[in-house]
Protein backbone atom coordinates (compact mmCIF):
# COMPACT_ATOMS: atom_id res chain seq x y z
CA UNK A 1 0.00 0.00 0.00
CA UNK A 2 1.38 3.47 -0.74
CA UNK A 3 1.52 5.94 2.09
CA UNK A 4 -1.27 7.59 3.48
CA UNK A 5 -0.29 11.04 2.42
CA UNK A 6 -3.37 12.91 0.84
CA UNK A 7 -3.39 16.86 -0.39
CA UNK A 8 -5.94 19.47 -0.95
CA UNK A 9 -4.83 21.83 -3.90
CA UNK A 10 -6.41 25.23 -2.79
CA UNK A 11 -6.97 26.70 -6.41
CA UNK A 12 -7.91 29.94 -4.70
CA UNK A 13 -6.66 31.22 -1.11
CA UNK A 14 -8.09 29.45 1.94
CA UNK A 15 -10.48 27.07 0.11
CA UNK A 16 -9.15 23.83 1.70
CA UNK A 17 -9.64 25.62 5.14
CA UNK A 18 -13.53 25.44 5.22
CA UNK A 19 -13.46 21.69 3.84
CA UNK A 20 -10.78 20.69 6.38
CA UNK A 21 -12.94 21.77 9.12
CA UNK A 22 -15.41 20.24 8.08
CA UNK A 23 -13.93 16.82 7.89
CA UNK A 24 -12.11 17.22 11.42
CA UNK A 25 -15.65 17.83 12.22
CA UNK A 26 -17.48 14.42 10.34
CA UNK A 27 -13.85 12.43 11.36
CA UNK A 28 -14.48 13.33 15.01
CA UNK A 29 -18.29 12.43 14.89
CA UNK A 30 -17.32 9.12 13.68
CA UNK A 31 -15.45 8.49 16.72
CA UNK A 32 -11.90 9.51 15.05
CA UNK A 33 -9.04 10.69 17.11
CA UNK A 34 -7.43 13.79 15.03
CA UNK A 35 -3.96 15.35 15.33
CA UNK A 36 -2.77 18.30 13.74
CA UNK A 37 -4.51 21.75 12.82
CA UNK A 38 -7.33 23.24 11.05
CA UNK A 39 -8.03 26.98 10.00
CA UNK A 40 -10.98 28.94 11.63
CA UNK A 41 -12.88 31.15 9.62
CA UNK A 42 -12.44 34.56 10.53
CA UNK A 43 -14.78 35.73 13.31
CA UNK A 44 -15.24 39.48 11.66
CA UNK A 45 -14.27 38.45 7.95
CA UNK A 46 -15.14 42.42 6.56
CA UNK A 47 -12.80 44.06 9.36
CA UNK A 48 -9.47 41.62 8.67
CA UNK A 49 -7.36 40.61 5.87
CA UNK A 50 -7.97 37.46 3.68
CA UNK A 51 -4.67 36.26 5.24
CA UNK A 52 -5.16 36.00 8.80
CA UNK A 53 -4.97 32.64 10.38
CA UNK A 54 -6.63 31.69 13.30
CA UNK A 55 -5.62 27.45 13.99
CA UNK A 56 -7.48 25.08 15.99
CA UNK A 57 -4.98 22.81 17.38
CA UNK A 58 -6.71 19.11 16.83
CA UNK A 59 -8.55 17.40 18.67
CA UNK A 60 -10.24 20.79 20.57
CA UNK A 61 -7.86 23.37 21.48
CA UNK A 62 -5.93 25.86 21.82
CA UNK A 63 -6.61 28.32 19.35
CA UNK A 64 -4.01 30.07 17.96
CA UNK A 65 -3.29 33.57 15.83
CA UNK A 66 -0.24 32.49 13.42
CA UNK A 67 -0.70 35.63 11.22
CA UNK A 68 1.00 39.25 12.05
CA UNK A 69 -0.95 41.49 12.25
CA UNK A 70 -0.12 44.05 9.33
CA UNK A 71 -3.06 46.05 8.48
CA UNK A 72 -5.54 45.75 5.88
CA UNK A 73 -3.52 47.01 3.00
CA UNK A 74 -0.70 45.25 3.89
CA UNK A 75 1.09 43.04 1.09
CA UNK A 76 3.26 39.78 1.12
CA UNK A 77 3.20 37.17 4.13
CA UNK A 78 1.49 37.48 7.12
CA UNK A 79 2.97 34.63 8.54
CA UNK A 80 4.59 34.87 11.69
CA UNK A 81 7.04 32.30 12.22
CA UNK A 82 6.87 32.46 16.16
CA UNK A 83 3.21 31.71 16.34
CA UNK A 84 3.86 28.70 13.36
CA UNK A 85 6.35 27.36 15.73
CA UNK A 86 3.65 27.33 18.73
CA UNK A 87 1.38 25.55 16.94
CA UNK A 88 4.18 23.34 15.93
CA UNK A 89 5.14 22.82 19.90
CA UNK A 90 1.17 22.64 20.80
CA UNK A 91 0.04 19.70 18.58
CA UNK A 92 3.82 18.28 19.36
CA UNK A 93 2.74 18.49 23.35
CA UNK A 94 -0.02 15.92 22.36
CA UNK A 95 2.01 13.44 20.47
CA UNK A 96 1.79 10.98 22.86
CA UNK A 97 -2.12 10.55 22.56
CA UNK A 98 -2.87 8.22 19.78
CA UNK A 99 -4.12 9.72 16.55
CA UNK A 100 -5.85 8.13 13.47
CA UNK A 101 -5.67 10.66 11.43
CA UNK A 102 -3.14 14.46 11.05
CA UNK A 103 -4.87 16.77 9.13
CA UNK A 104 -3.00 20.51 8.69
CA UNK A 105 -4.64 23.02 7.24
CA UNK A 106 -1.47 24.02 4.96
CA UNK A 107 1.85 22.77 3.64
CA UNK A 108 2.89 25.97 3.12
CA UNK A 109 6.66 27.50 2.60
CA UNK A 110 8.03 26.57 5.78
CA UNK A 111 6.90 22.86 5.29
CA UNK A 112 8.44 22.75 2.12
CA UNK A 113 11.77 24.43 3.43
CA UNK A 114 12.19 21.82 5.97
CA UNK A 115 10.34 23.86 9.17
CA UNK A 116 6.79 24.04 10.51
CA UNK A 117 5.27 21.08 10.89
CA UNK A 118 7.32 18.07 8.69
CA UNK A 119 8.92 16.72 11.18
CA UNK A 120 5.22 16.12 12.63
CA UNK A 121 4.22 14.79 8.95
CA UNK A 122 6.93 12.48 8.65
CA UNK A 123 6.53 11.49 11.98
CA UNK A 124 2.78 10.89 11.32
CA UNK A 125 3.12 9.30 8.16
CA UNK A 126 5.97 6.82 10.20
CA UNK A 127 3.47 5.54 12.42
CA UNK A 128 0.52 4.34 9.45
CA UNK A 129 -1.44 7.39 10.28
CA UNK A 130 -2.83 8.79 7.14
CA UNK A 131 -2.21 12.68 6.80
CA UNK A 132 -4.54 15.07 4.78
CA UNK A 133 -2.78 18.47 4.04
CA UNK A 134 -4.31 21.45 2.54
CA UNK A 135 -1.24 23.05 -0.30
CA UNK A 136 -1.31 25.67 -2.71
CA UNK A 137 0.67 25.96 -6.44
CA UNK A 138 3.07 27.75 -4.92
CA UNK A 139 3.76 25.21 -2.39
CA UNK A 140 3.02 22.23 -4.33
CA UNK A 141 6.17 21.65 -5.70
CA UNK A 142 8.00 21.12 -1.92
CA UNK A 143 5.07 18.63 -1.09
CA UNK A 144 5.94 16.92 -4.20
CA UNK A 145 9.02 16.76 -3.51
CA UNK A 146 8.79 15.99 0.75
CA UNK A 147 6.48 13.22 -0.81
CA UNK A 148 8.79 11.22 -3.20
CA UNK A 149 5.68 12.04 -5.18
CA UNK A 150 3.59 9.98 -3.51
CA UNK A 151 0.84 11.86 -1.91
CA UNK A 152 -1.96 11.87 -3.45
CA UNK A 153 -4.56 14.80 -4.75
CA UNK A 154 -7.88 14.53 -3.26
CA UNK A 155 -11.07 16.97 -4.43
CA UNK A 156 -11.63 19.95 -2.19
CA UNK A 157 -14.90 17.50 -0.97
CA UNK A 158 -15.71 17.10 2.70
CA UNK A 159 -17.56 13.44 2.02
CA UNK A 160 -14.26 12.22 -0.32
CA UNK A 161 -11.93 13.33 2.20
CA UNK A 162 -13.81 11.79 4.65
CA UNK A 163 -14.21 8.92 3.13
CA UNK A 164 -10.68 8.40 1.80
CA UNK A 165 -9.36 9.05 5.66
CA UNK A 166 -11.73 6.30 6.79
CA UNK A 167 -10.48 3.61 4.26
CA UNK A 168 -6.60 4.79 4.67
CA UNK A 169 -7.29 4.06 8.46
CA UNK A 170 -8.85 0.78 7.49
CA UNK A 171 -5.90 0.00 5.31
CA UNK A 172 -3.03 0.53 7.62
CA UNK A 173 -5.02 -1.12 10.76
CA UNK A 174 -4.99 -4.19 8.61
CA UNK A 175 -1.22 -3.85 7.96
CA UNK A 176 1.32 -5.54 10.63
CA UNK A 177 2.65 -3.59 12.87
CA UNK A 178 6.53 -2.61 12.12
CA UNK A 179 9.14 -4.30 14.35
CA UNK A 180 11.83 -1.92 15.54
CA UNK A 181 15.17 -3.21 13.94
Known sequence: MPIPFAYLLAEETGAADPVLLAVAEALQARGLR????VA???AAPDTGHPC???????????????SQQLGRQSRGCRLDPSALEDAVMA???????PADAFLLNKFG???AEGRGFRDLIASSLGDGIPVV????????PGLQAFAADEAI??????????GWVVEAKSETCARPARVPA
Open 109 to 111: KQE
Open 40 to 42: LPP
Open 34 to 37: LAGT
Open 133 to 140: VGVNGLNL
Open 153 to 162: RLPCDVAAVV
Open 91 to 97: VNARADQ
Open 52 to 66: ETELLVLPDGPRLCI
